[in-house]
């Protein structure tokens, strides 16, 4: 497996743990959503950075509240055909503000980069080597989409505007 | 008809390059099967009985002269010289090379064509009414709204892995010949109190194992709202619509189980966050599109010309033919020209290189070079001048395209069944010619009058048999092909879902069985302008089942 950061294969500096065994004494941790529930104050006491993990079941309603307290979530992609991590990762980046890490996790591939990008992913837990390294061509295979992006990139509607954008704001209402 | 800007090009240009390096990787080995399917299946690739089968998109059904000459030059070069029209105005062909696929996307792109999302767990091509733009009742040309959801919906990043497949339909007419309510979402075209244009939302229709009329669920969104309204929608579907059981991932189960007021709500709660923000359509936009669907320069004519009503008297043939596939145009002077895909004992929807090119010569030459593809397998010329209707129907009999059956009982919708279809319980095509054989003395068919027959070889009912007039389901009964019949199901604004009629047919007995359906509609009509569908309305099933079964 290798980690892509913003676009380049780096190191990991975040362990998984799973919902049973004792926490590590030290180390940036990922927990699961029922870790997080049963052992919220221990969790909290702890100085290192804290990640929380979702199933693609468990919506991103569920840590709202407590969205400030993560450095990172990780939303999982249990098979890629499961696509609601894409919605999921929207509504954490675009209606809940989150600004951390984002990360894709389980069966994230090649083929899959380019959408999880332009959803808000940053961060990428990659199974095939080969995929990892060929992290750039998967978001560079285009140059225009018809959708607006929320990196502020200009959907081809944008683009068709910009002979207009002078004399008009675009999208305003009367 | 809309043109690719340079944006659009760029757009087809990327995605044959993206896909020939995905066919390559699915070549050396370095994608399995299984990691390949979803990436192929997004680009219209299925792998069927004996090959490849290929989907290509014909968005909202339009096609130019220029592309249908193309895909006819794809048919003899790829494929084995002909191809199928589809009852979701695509095209297929049965017999292309996984090697072949990124010259054919490239071949398709050069016309501004591609094969994207016709298939796959996403958004799909795009359906809306074959009389667009030509019909006296539109409220606005439903395809200024198809290609604003078309391009919206290509890779679209949030929506490629959905539940299930994804099928939106438009019509701008209160008659709808797009079957929208049997959609994912169905769109129609209204005006507000104001005046101004919009769409009508219906959501959750569909036909599968479990059909389902579409609920309303905003009667009046802006042209410009529409994007971020479609979003909402799709993000609650993608969110909660089930996952742990592909019969019952559709929206239609979703919308079912949680009710059309839940899921209005939660629609509306997610629009409220994304409405007015980067998906408005701003008026440039729309304006820019709907110029590409200007009328065409029409001429000053009058209705009915002494010629066509002199031909008309002269030719009985041709008056059948004027009766049956020539329909009203909004314009003086101008028809609506059907050309059947289903001769007598012929493949429904299925059309040879040879007619492909004849049918894009006589569009070039009698109506604007353009012509529509129908959900019901057949093509239709919009715009030709009626001092034409002669010449055009004699040129289109020497390529066999002539035949008068438009709405008729031979007008027979058929999936491809289990000569082709690996989901496929029993076979539909020869059904379909069986029964078309049966019928095939003209006047009979008239004098039946409207009747849509509509054949699917499995549950998945691509056949659309649970809205045919008479349905039939083609099942698997310990290895042996049996036939279920349905009355009265319809596509239409009135849309209704057959009720089945009891036990099933053989393979030898289905076309009695129709037969005798048929026999019984002419028996208890109440007058011969009293159609199949209003005398089933009207006494349901029980004569039918009386005639059917109390003899056996």
Redesign the interface.
Known sequence: MQYVKHGKICADEWLHVGNEGDLPGQGNLIVPLARWAAVRDELLARKNPLGIKLASSEAPERIREDLGRFDLVALEFPVFRDGRAYSHARLLREQYGFKGELRAAGNVLYDQFSFMHRCGFDAYEVQKDSDAQRFAKALSEFTVRYQPDPDGSPSIMELRLQPYRNVKTVGARP | MYRY?E??H??VT??V??FR??VARRLNG?LTEE?FR??RLMNGLYLQLHAYMLRVAIPYGVLSSRQLHKLADIATRYDRGYAHFTTRQNLQYNWPRLEDMPDILAEMASVEMHALQTSG?CIRNITADQYAGVAADEVEDPRICGEILR??S?????????PRKFKIAITGSPRDRAAIKLHDIGIVMVRNEAGGAGCEFWVGGGQGRTPVIAKCINSFVPKRDMLSYAEAIL?VY??HGR?DNIYKARIKILVNEIGIKEFSRQTNEQWA??R???????A??IA?ITAYFAPPAYEQLQNEPAALLQMRAADPAFAAWLRSNVAAHKIPGYAIVNISLKPIGGIPGDATDAQMHAVADLAERYSFDELRVTHEQNLTFADVRQSDLYDLWRALGKNGLATPNIGLVSDIIACPGLDYCALANARSIPVAQRISERFADLKRQHDIGDLKIKISGCINACGHHHVGHIGILGVDKKGVEFYQITLGGSADENASIGEILGAAFSYDDVVDAVEKVIETYLNIRTRPDENFLAAVRRTGIAPFKEALYAVR
Do not use: T
Request: proline residues 7%; hydrophobic residues 35%.
């Open positions: 800007d944006f659009d760029a757009f990327e995605r390059a993206q390096d995905q370095e990691e979803p990436l767990n391009q919206w290509s890779l679209h990043p949030e929506f490629s892995f959905l993000r993608n969110m996952r966050h994304i007015d923000g980067a998906l408005d359509v701003p440039e936009e820019r």
